[in-house]
C-alpha cells in the first residue's frame, strides 16, 4: 500500500547515504584532517580524533 505521508514520499526520492573508505594521512592541526580515498584523490575532513595510518 502507498503511504499518502508526504515527508515519506519525500524522502522516498532522495538516494541513501554512501559509504566511503579513506586513509587518513595527517592531522592538520586546525581540527581538520586529510585523508586519501581509494582512487588516490586527497581531501579534508573534519575531525582528528583518529590517528594517522
Known amino acids: 500500500?502507498?503511504?499518502?505521508?508526504?515527508?515519506?514520499?519525500f524522502k522516498a526520492l532522495i538516494p541513501e547515504g554512501m559509504r566511503v573508505i579513506a586513509t587518513i594521512t595527517a592531522?592538520?592541526?586546525?581540527?581538520?584532517?586529510?585523508?586519501?580515498?581509494r582512487d588516490g584523490s586527497?581531501?579534508?575532513v573534519k575531525g582528528e580524533s583518529v590517528n594517522v595510518a
Open 1 to 9: 500500500m502507498a503511504t499518502t505521508n508526504l515527508w515519506q514520499q
Open 27 to 37: 592531522n592538520n592541526g586546525n581540527g581538520t584532517s586529510q585523508a586519501e580515498l
Open 42 to 44: 586527497l581531501i579534508t
